[in-house]
């Protein structure tokens, strides 16, 4: 069966760090992945997704940068943080590009920038 | 670009049922997805329209009509879990993608 999994689940951060937040899926190959932010009581935000190693799709220009260096490895990350990037990052997958309507969030990372 | 349109809030009593609808605009239109997000939960995925008309899984149902840019998302035999927040999604971008819309708050009460 496949598992997604994301860490940390919680995080606090201050303004102008670093943020790195992994996921990684097992159990299928070559599967779509996506990044998806929730701000509180909102609905979801994709910020990227990736249809295979090394592509990356952007979908909101911002300080956020994704990467895919292995087939089920997908990495979001910031050089610097901002009050705005606070929220619950999600990510999820599908089994291939056109089943996109069909996807599978990991656990989530609530992120707090202070 | 993508809207979608939703009910912020909806409550019913147990064992009723509940619609809750979606409207959209978007170009490249593939299909309607419908979402479960408990709270401080992950979505998970409830059903799919490609096409026109309804679909049936257990005690939910989903519709399309794709003339009129809607859908949307039957409950029936209401029960207290059923409480969470709903999403439609619509699937473009070469079928590669889903936007999601804002939400609808279910409250289900005794």
């Known amino acids: 069966s496949q598992t997604i999994h994301q860490w940390p689940a919680t995080l606090v951060q201050p303004v102008g760090s670093p943020l790195s937040l992994e996921c990684t899926v097992e159990?299928?190959?070559?599967?779509?992945l996506y990044w998806y932010r929730q701000a509180a009581g909102r609905g979801l935000q994709l910020l990227f997704y990736s249809v295979g190693i090394g592509q990356i799709s952007s979908e909101v220009p911002q300080n956020l940068s994704a990467s895919r260096p292995q087939d089920r490895q997908f990495i979001l990350s910031s050089k610097k943080l901002l009050l705005s990037d606070s929220g619950f990052y999600l990510c999820?997958?599908?089994?291939?590009?056109?089943?996109?309507?069909?996807?599978?969030f990991g656990p989530g990372t609530r992120l707090t920038v202070t | 670009g993508q809207s979608l349109e939703q009910p912020s809030e909806v409550t019913a009593v147990e064992g009723a049922i509940v619609q809750i609808n979606c409207t959209y605009q978007?170009?490249?239109?593939?299909?309607l997805s419908w979402y479960q997000q408990h709270d401080g939960g992950a979505p998970t995925f409830l059903s799919y329209n490609a096409l026109d008309g309804l679909e049936e899984t257990g005690r939910f149902s989903s519709f399309l009509s794709r003339s009129d840019s809607y859908g949307y998302l039957l409950l029936q035999e209401l029960q207290m879990k059923d409480s969470a927040s709903y999403f439609c999604a619509v699937q473009t971008g070469g079928g590669n993608k889903l936007t999601f819309g804002t939400g609808t708050q279910l409250k289900v009460e005794l």
């Open positions: 159990g299928t190959s070559n599967p779509n």
């Open positions: 999820a997958w599908s089994v291939d590009p056109w089943g996109a309507y069909e996807q599978y």
């Open positions: 978007t170009s490249g239109f593939y299909g």
